[in-house]
Structure formats: structure tokens, C-alpha cells
């Protein structure tokens, strides 16, 4: 048996295992912070930005777990898939949330969706400011 081989496997196997606990605990606190955040804006962060770093750090650990190269295209399309979609159904949820005042608007530091909605209400044409 090669000595270095079996060193660089050690080495491979404690980094899956690191990628696999910290991946689990960034879902498991999105899944808390889904619990116990008390509006929907708080929820809808909670939801997105620790998952999607939680399932790379899993989807790395299966990858490097695996040892041949076929698996990472797959693994990198899957994360790829979840790190375009996870922000635009949150982006809409909020949106939808803030349409239908289902938001403590009161929590929000800043509003910039107010004006847009009033428009939109009235039956104007949406500006762009920038």
C-alpha cells in the first residue's frame, strides 16, 4: 500500500467531514431561522443565504468524498441550479408579501418598493431613477 496515498486520503476524508458538519449546521439554522423569525422578510433570508452555502459545502463534500471527476459537473450543476433559483423565488415571495401586506412594513429600514407599488397602482408607467 503507498504510504502517501493513504495520507492524502486521511487528509480528504477529515475535509469531507468538516464540509459535511459546518453544512449541516448552516441548514439547520436556516431551517431554525424559518421557525423562529418573526416576519416574512427575516424568514426569507433565513431560507436562502445559509442554505445555498450549506448545500455547496455538502454538494463539495460528496465531491471530494467520490474521488473521480465525472461526479463534479453534476455536483456543479445542481448547486449552480439552487443559486439561481433560491434568490429569485425569495426576491418574488417578498415581492408578493409586500403587494398583498402580508410584511411588517414597520421593520423595514428603508422602502423602496413603496413608490413603484403606488405607481403601479395608479396605472403609471415605472420610472427608472439610477
Avoid at 86 to 112: C, F, I, N, Q, W
Amino acid at each position: 500500500m503507498n504510504p502517501d496515498a493513504t495520507g492524502v486520503d486521511a487528509v480528504i476524508d477529515v475535509v469531507t467531514a468538516v464540509f459535511l458538519v459546518v453544512g449541516a449546521l448552516m441548514s439547520l439554522g436556516a431551517a431554525i431561522g424559518l421557525l423562529r423569525f418573526p416576519d416574512l422578510m427575516s424568514r426569507m433570508h433565513a431560507a436562502t443565504k445559509p442554505q445555498v452555502l450549506g448545500l455547496f459545502l455538502m454538494l463539495a463534500a460528496i465531491g471530494l468524498q467520490m474521488r473521480t471527476w465525472w461526479v463534479w459537473p453534476v455536483l456543479l450543476v445542481a448547486w449552480i441550479f439552487q443559486l439561481l433559483t433560491a434568490p429569485v423565488s425569495a426576491h418574488m415571495v417578498g415581492r408578493s408579501a409586500y403587494r398583498t401586506k402580508h410584511g411588517h412594513r414597520e421593520m423595514l429600514t428603508k422602502d423602496e418598493l413603496e413608490a413603484v407599488v403606488q405607481r403601479a397602482a395608479a396605472g403609471q408607467e415605472p420610472r427608472n431613477d439610477r
